[in-house]
Structure formats: C-alpha cells, structure tokens
C-alpha cells in the first residue's frame, strides 16, 4: 500500500516568513513528485514537480527531494495571505501515470 | 497551455436522476484522465481512470455500473452518476495527463460540484 504523509496543519505563519512545508512517501519506487495548491472549494493547482534530488526552486517557491530519506518538502518565501490554501503532495511510481496524494497541509498566512 | 475544462461547473438533480459530467483536454490530447471524488475537508478520492478507447479501470469500492465512463476520444471523457442518491453529493474533479510531457504531470479540472436532493 504506497502512502502519502502529510502533517494536516493549520499551519500558521505570519506574512511575510518562510512556510515549510513536509511530506515522506512509502514507495520507494517513487519517481516524480508534485505539489498542488487547493483553495477551499476549488480543484487542485500545479505548484512544482521535481524528480530528482536537491533543491528546484520557482519563484518564492522552493521543492527539496531526498530519496534516501524518502522526503520532499516545499518552502514558500515571502508567504502571502493570498498563499492560504491547502498544499497537497503528490507521489508518482513508475510505469503510471496514477498519483497518491497526501490527505494534503492547510496553510494559513497572518497578515 | 495544458487547460482542462469541466461541465457543469454545479448541478442540482432529484434523488434517481443521472447526472453527466464532461471533462475536456482544451489544448492537448490526453489519452488517460483521471476521476476523482472529494468530500468535505477530505482529500481527493481516486475514482477511476480513463483511458481513450478502453473501458474503464475503477478502484476497489468504485461501482462501476453506478459510475459509467467514457472516454470517447483525445480530449473528451465523460462520467455519469446513474440513479444518483444524497450520498453521492460530491465535488467530482477530473484531471488529464500531459502524455510526453514534464514527468506526465496531471492537470486538473476545475471541478463538478453535485448536490443530489
């Protein structure tokens, strides 16, 4: 059974600071990994992916892959209220193209 | 690029209705798309996935009689809750895969928000 851990939150920072924001994964046969960004009552939205390890970074944001340790995590800096959402991980093995999401982060950015 | 559009974007039917749902690749052609169910403050439930010119493969607990899907071409898939219940108010979410493109990504619909009276 492949499973997707995430912390369920509310994660709380103020605005402006660095959001961090955790996921491990079971499978490690796992390839790819996303983050989508869920607002409340709308469909998910393609933040990053990032296959290999180390660090790829977007803008203010910033994915970190370590397979050994079976982690990704996403940073947000410079965290704005209108990055409130829920953040969800995703997970791909190989020879799918199914994902297995994390039951997602609620992330909450204090003005 | 890599739009994917959903319709209705609500619906509200009586209990027993059938309810169609059509998900559209509006700048690509995706031979597989996904359907998912998500209840309130949960997170996404896989359905099924669609693949263009095969029958459907449904996860275990998905009934497949009461969720038929059709994925009639490159760009279109449609699922249709038959004899809908209460219990099937939803927000149903389809995504589409980008074939060949990076790592295959999954691009998500907006989203059918289904009450059922």
């Known amino acids: 059974q492949k499973e997707v851990e995430q912390n369920s939150g509310p994660l709380s920072v103020p605005e402006g600071a660095i959001a961090s924001l955790n996921c491990t994964y079971s499978d490690r046969g796992s390839q790819s990994f996303f983050w989508y960004r869920q607002y409340s009552g709308k469909s998910p939205e393609l933040i990053m992916f990032?296959?290999?390890?180390g660090d790829k970074e977007d803008g203010r944001f910033t994915a970190q892959l370590n397979k050994a340790s079976q982690y990704v995590s996403l940073l947000i800096r410079d965290s704005q209220p209108s990055d409130s959402a829920t953040y969800l991980c995703?997970?791909?093995?190989?020879?799918?193209?199914?994902?297995?999401f994390g039951k997602g982060t609620k992330l909450s950015v204090i003005p | 690029g890599a739009v994917v559009s959903q319709h209705p974007s609500r619906v509200i039917c009586k209990s027993g209705t059938s309810v169609k749902i059509e998900c559209r690749s509006l700048?690509?052609?995706?031979?597989?798309m996904f359907w998912y169910r998500q209840f309130p403050k949960q997170s996404l439930m896989l359905m099924a996935t669609?693949?263009?010119?095969?029958?459907?493969?449904?996860e275990q607990g998905v009934e497949k009689d009461k969720f038929l899907i059709n994925h009639a071409s490159l760009t279109l898939s449609t699922l249709t809750v038959t004899s809908a219940h209460p219990e099937d108010s939803s927000f149903y979410i389809c995504?589409?895969?980008?074939?060949?493109?990076?790592?295959?990504?999954?691009?998500f619909g907006p989203g059918t928000r289904l009450l059922v009276l």
């Open positions: 995703a997970v791909k093995g190989a020879g799918s193209y199914q994902l297995t």
């Open positions: 669609s693949n263009e010119g095969s029958k459907a493969t449904y």
């Open positions: 700048d690509f052609q995706a031979t597989t």
């Open positions: 990032i296959y290999s390890n």
């Open positions: 995504s589409a895969v980008l074939a060949g493109g990076p790592r295959e990504t999954q691009y």
